[in-house]
T-cell receptor, first 113, second 113 residues
Framework: LAKTTQPISMDSYEGQEVNITCSHN???????ITWYQQFPSQGPRFIIQGYKTKVTNEVASLFIPADRKSSTLSLPRVSLSDTAVYYC??????????????FGKGTKLSVIP | KAGVTQTPRYLIKTRGQQVTLSCSPI?????VSWYQQTPGQGLQFLFE???????NKGNFPGRFSGRQFSNSRSEMNVSTLELGDSALYLC????????????FGSGTRLTVV
């Protein structure tokens, strides 16, 4: 399983765009990059997933360069409710096969009013 | 549609006792995984069930076991509880088709005294 490295913590003011970068140098050809958000005493929530280039949904954007050795989660105009821990995961594609999610320490984002 | 439901939400047990936690996945999801979250170790994979069969297992002692029923509901059991078993236990379900995002429940907070 590819190991991921991301900053332990980040601070941002409300209304700013936040970019969290994750490094995954050993990513395999069939691996996807997935991001989860977790609030205290709740389960992680799936945010976005991508394989290459750019993916955007109603919550965030995910930028993946051509070499796929890193990825950047972009949260537009954060609010206080975006204060949470964000996890970057590399998930192997296995069709209908079995796989487990390997969580690192995540990035604790604190949004300041 | 309803999310992943875990019961009970909170539980207090005494050392040496056993405990059973329940998880009802999203309707139609056949894969159910269990995770343990502690402040020191973070999120750790316990096991995954698919169609009543354990497909993948994490690095936990045999005191941790689980099962899945024909309706995809799952239970996990911890026998001979130790203080170190105090944690947030999370269940996640997935359709394992196309989108590989797991949906997590809110967890069961187990305290062993």
């Amino acid at each position: 399983l590819a190991k991921t490295t991301q900053p332990i913590s980040m601070d941002s003011y409300e209304g700013q765009e936040v970019n969290i970068t994750c490094s995954h140098n050993n990513i395999a050809t069939n691996d996807y990059i997935t991001w989860y958000q977790q609030f205290p005493s709740q389960g992680p929530r799936f945010i976005i997933q991508g394989y290459k280039t750019k993916v955007t949904n109603e919550v965030a954007s995910l930028f993946i360069p051509a070499d796929r050795k890193s990825s950047t989660l972009s949260l537009p105009r954060v609010s206080l409710s975006d204060t949470a821990v964000y996890y970057c995961l590399v998930v192997p594609y296995s069709g209908a096969g079995s796989y487990q999610l390997t969580f690192g320490k995540g990035t604790k984002l604190s949004v300041i009013p | 549609k309803a999310g992943v439901t875990q019961t009970p939400r909170y539980l207090i047990k005494t050392r040496g006792q056993q405990v059973t936690l329940s998880c009802s996945p999203i309707s139609g999801h056949r894969s159910v995984s269990w995770y343990q979250q502690t402040p020191g170790q973070g999120l750790q994979f316990l096991f995954e069930y698919f169609s009543e069969t354990q497909r993948n297992k994490g690095n936990f002692p045999g005191r941790f076991s689980g099962r899945q029923f024909s309706n995809s509901r799952s239970e996990m059991n911890v026998s001979t509880l130790e203080l170190g078993d105090s944690a947030l236990y999370l269940c996640a379900s997935s359709s394992v088709e196309g989108n590989y995002g797991y949906t997590f429940g809110s967890g069961t907070r187990l305290t062993v005294v």
